[in-house]
């Protein structure tokens, strides 16, 4: 079983940058495939980016490609999003997620297991 804990969102103007961490407990980090979610009010949740188990494949939404960077730190059971080019439409909570199987999944039911989620508010 993996827990998972995001931090690092907040507020900040539109083009600015955050990142986000999520801390995962439990044994065998390594062996899960990792991904950000995003839900933005009143819409549905939405797929991010995902990092394979050995962190060499990632995937982007497209709209996110080229602003938003996954990585994973197996060694300190981390996951990051760095969010760079802000946008208002970026405006959401979001949530890091783990799979136990093996890939890389867009779909939310392939993830296993879920964190609180993080406030990320772009202001324009």
Request: hydrophobic share 35%; charged share 15%.
């Amino acid at each position: 079983q993996v827990q998972l804990v995001e931090s690092g969102g907040g507020l900040v103007q539109a083009g600015g940058s955050l990142r986000l961490s999520c801390a995962a407990s439990g044994r065998s980090f390594s062996r899960y495939g990792m991904g950000w979610f995003r839900q933005a009010p009143g819409k549905e949740r939405e797929f991010v980016a995902a990092v394979s188990v050995s962190g060499g494949s990632t995937y982007y939404a497209d709209s996110v490609k080229g602003r938003l960077t996954i990585s994973r730190d197996n060694a300190k059971n981390m996951v990051y999003l760095q969010m760079n080019s802000l946008k208002p439409e970026d405006t959401a909570v979001y949530y890091c997620a783990a799979t136990s199987v093996v890939g890389i999944y867009v779909k939310s039911e392939a993830y296993n297991y879920w964190g609180q989620g993080t406030q990320v508010t772009v202001s324009s």
